[in-house]
């Protein structure tokens, strides 16, 4: 039996600045926005090329503090081209950073141990790793 992760919830203060975020900064595809009524809506969206989405929203999601979820963490190929794209976006992202070492010969110095780094406007933490040994 496969146990895959497909949606985790990013709590967030204002859902329109987060969706505008998400889907115009990130590039995240919207998959639904329901409003439900005034007092609940929950949007989800999905990265490019991923099998996990995120849902922000008010109302009927679990209660977290806004900004509360550290450490997400987005998977590419290209780390200097996701670079590029953040800034190109109007992301506030980190220059790419070495993390640790390799435990062996990859094709790209920057495989397993490349990182970047940026935060949503509520404050959740998201790092970019570059892992093109999958691609």
């Not at 600045?17 to 439900?36: E, P, S």
């Not at 849902?55 to 987005?74: A, E, R, T, W």
């Not at 590029?84 to 110095?109: A, F, H, K």
Request: aromatic fraction near 6%; proline fraction near 8%.
């Amino acid at each position: 039996m496969n146990w895959t992760l497909e949606v985790v919830i990013v709590p967030v203060c204002d859902v329109d600045r987060a969706k505008k975020f998400y889907a115009d900064q990130l590039g995240f595809t919207v998959d639904h926005d329901t409003v439900i009524n005034d007092e609940a809506r929950i949007v989800q969206l999905t990265p490019p090329g991923s099998g996990c989405s995120i849902v922000i929203g008010k109302g009927v999601i679990p209660d977290m503090s806004p900004g509360s979820l550290k450490g997400l963490q987005l998977v590419v190929p290209d780390l200097k081209r996701a670079h590029e794209e953040l800034v190109g976006r109007g992301v506030e992202v980190s220059e790419i950073q070495v993390v640790g070492q390799n435990p062996r010969p990859v094709p790209d110095p920057l495989d397993n141990v490349g990182f970047v780094f940026f935060a949503d406007p509520d404050g959740n933490t998201w790092g970019v790793q570059q892992i093109s040994s999958r691609a």
